[in-house]
Every structure is written in C-alpha cells, then in structure tokens.
C-alpha cells in the first residue's frame, strides 16, 4: 500500500458548498494538491507549521450542504470568467470538483420545508454521518462558509440555519468552525450542547479584509499614543454576500466583529460606522474604504485613509483551507472547546484572547508547537478530553 493511501483521510464538510468560497476552497486545494500554483495565503503551508501533524491538502476530502443545485464544475466555470480563478484550473481539476459535487447533500430550511427544526438537525447530522463512514474519513470538519444571516430576533423565534448545521455537527460528533457572521455556535441553543460535546471549535467571521488591516492599525495607533477620534468606513461589495449584507439587519452582524477589534485594541469605539453598499455588478471583487482622523503631538489633527481592493473569495479560501487543517490536528490531538488560539482568523473569536494581529499570531504559532506534542499533553490544563465535561 502506498504511503498517500495509508495515510489516514479527513473530511471538510462545508456549509454552502456551492458558494463561491466554497468552490474557490475545493478548486484551490486541488489545484495546490496537483502543483499547478504554490499555496499563497495559506499560513499553515509555513515553516512554523513543519511537524505540527496538520493533515495534507491531499488528504482533504469534500462534501457538504446547500440549498443552491448548480454544480461545482458550472460554478467554477463561473468564477473563471469573473476573474476569481485563473484560467485552466478549473478544466484541469474537474475531477474533484465533480467528485466533491457527488457529496454535496440538500440544505435548509428551504420554502415549504415542513421538517421541525430537530428533523432538520438530525437529517444534517445523518448526512454528516454517511460521508465520513462511506468514505473511510478518521474524522470531518464541519466549515460554515454561507451567506450571512441576519440577527436573531430573540431566544423566542426559531433557530437561524446556522445554529441547525452547527447543532447538527456536534449530533455527528464533528468539530466546527464559523467562518461567518452568523450566529451558529454563539446562540445559547448551541452554547451549553457545545461545552457537553467535548468538541473543538472556532468562529466567528473570516477577517480577509477591512478588519485584517483595523488589526494591524489599532495597535499602532495605540502603542504610538495617537489618539484617534473617528473611524469610518465604506465597503462595495457584490455576490452573494453584497446581496446578503443588503439586509440592514445581516449588516448588522457583520459589522459587529469590525467594532469589536477597534474597541479592542483602542480600548474604546471612535466614532463613525461602517457602511455597506451591494453593488452586483462588482460581483466577487469588493474595495473597503478607511477614513481614520487621529491627533498628534499637541493636538496637530491628522487623517490616514486606506483602500483594501481585493477578491474575497481568494482571500478566504486559503484560510478555510488552514482552518480545516488546524482544527482536525486539535480534535486528534485532544483539544476541546473553544480554540482561542486560532483569533487570528476571525473579527469575532471566540474566548478571550489578543486582538492585535502580531499577538494572534504569537499565540497561533504557539498552538501549532503545541499540537507537535503527544495527544494527551497537547490540551491545555484544564482543557476536557473529546467528550468529557469541562
């Protein structure tokens, strides 16, 4: 038996597997896998992460929910005439896209669905199930990559799609990781489900652009002792999420974790807002626009203004990708519970740890010395084992 076939498989179950992250994830990992382009953006692929036991890009194995029918292959298709994914690769991977496309299940709730919302959680939970026992996978990561929802309306109103999927991977017994402003772990219907499963997991909300660099600024204003007096903020975006964040109330939610990391690292909120403006036509680009005043020695008043231009869905995707291999490595080393130590992807993470950029780092590569450790050092004191009681 070959080395690649002994090795064990894991499983990234992803949550709207037919997005555009989504199809940018398998269509990455393939393309890397088969050396056609070196793996940009993924900070797992650095050297600090030699020997932490991370599982393989090529043993990834993909499948997931969506409520959407158009296959990855047509998908991808898509994105390659939007600019997203470089010509050719997409042909050239076919095979696992179409592959990958074989695993994706039904989502909801969709109009008319009448299943209640235990139905839902335990049909998810089945479809989890079979993926990882018919193909043979040591383990699965469930990665929440969906549209952002809108806020909750109260602990009265039914449970958002997300917190399903997530109560649907701790029924599979999977670690989970939110890489949305949605709710999905963080509702108190999850919370005390999470603490009782012993299961890793990590959220919430991708920090790929505008926030990545409000993590770097506030920081420097506040070691330099600048005091900054407004914030302000624009983003344009398009896709599915444009449409989504149109929604003032799944705005909302998303613009949540931005505030947070400025009342983090400044130790208050400045004033200003983050606007966010769906326009279509920019499709999967999206530009973020910063107006910062701040005032100098004896109160000189400055401006710095920033303009992040990018593709959010090659922004995201390499960071899934470090996500799903980060986390897995926790769960087989015997970690549990919130993954603090992974805050350096999130605007909202979970625990209490840093909010600069350099600390999260810091503390990132901590945890991948840490997971070079046997199984039963690598947990924290304190931390449960997969399963116990914290």
């Given at each position: ?53 991370l599982p393989a890009l090529s043993d990834l194995v993909f499948g997931g929910h969506d409520t959407l029918d158009c296959p990855l292959p047509k998908r991808a298709e898509t994105l390659t005439a939007?600019?997203?994914l470089p010509p050719g690769v997409a042909t050239a991977v076919g095979a696992e896209l179409a592959a990958a496309d074989r695993e994706i299940r039904p989502g909801g709730p969709t109009s008319g ?278």
């Open positions: 038996m070959s080395a690649s076939l002994s090795r064990p498989r894991v499983g990234v179950w992803l949550v709207g597997a037919r997005g555009s992250v989504a199809t940018t994830v398998v269509t990455g990992c393939a393309a890397v896998t088969a050396g056609l382009h070196p793996p940009t953006g993924m900070v797992t692929e650095h050297p600090s992460f030699t020997g932490s036991g939007g600019g997203v669905d009448t299943r209640t919302e235990a139905e839902l959680i335990a049909a998810f939970a089945d479809d989890i199930r079979d993926f990882v026992h018919r193909n043979e996978l040591a383990r699965a990561v469930v990665v929440n990559v969906a549209s952002t929802e809108p806020a909750s309306q109260g602990p009265d109103a039914p449970l958002p799609a997300s917190t399903l999927y997530a109560l649907a991977a701790l029924r599979a017994g999977c670690p989970y990781v939110n890489f949305t402003p949605s709710e999905g772990m963080h509702h108190t219907a999850a919370a005390s489900e999470a603490e009782r499963s012993g299961l890793p997991y990590a959220g919430r909300d991708g920090k790929t652009g505008q926030t990545l660099l409000r993590a770097v600024l506030g920081p420097m204003f506040a070691q330099r002792a600048l005091t900054v007096r407004a914030w302000s903020g624009t983003n344009l975006l398009g896709g599915g999420d444009g449409a989504a964040l149109a929604d003032p109330a799944a705005a909302a939610a998303k613009n949540a974790g931005k505030e947070r990391v400025l009342a983090d690292t400044l130790g208050t909120v400045p004033e200003g807002e983050v606007h966010i403006d769906d326009v279509p036509a920019l499709g999967d680009w999206k530009t973020a626009w910063d107006h910062i005043a701040f005032d100098g020695f004896l109160g000189t008043r400055m401006v710095l203004q920033t303009i992040w231009q990018g593709c959010d869905s090659a922004l995201a995707a390499p960071l899934v990708l470090d996500l799903a291999r980060l986390t897995a490595r926790a769960h087989e080393a015997g970690v549990s519970g919130p993954l603090t130590d992974l805050g350096f992807f999130f605007k909202d993470p979970v625990g209490d740890g840093p909010a600069a950029l350099g600390e999260q780092y810091a503390a990132l590569v901590a945890f991948g010395e840490r997971l070079r450790a046997p199984s039963s050092t690598a947990r924290r004191p304190g931390d449960a084992a997969p399963g116990e009681r914290s």
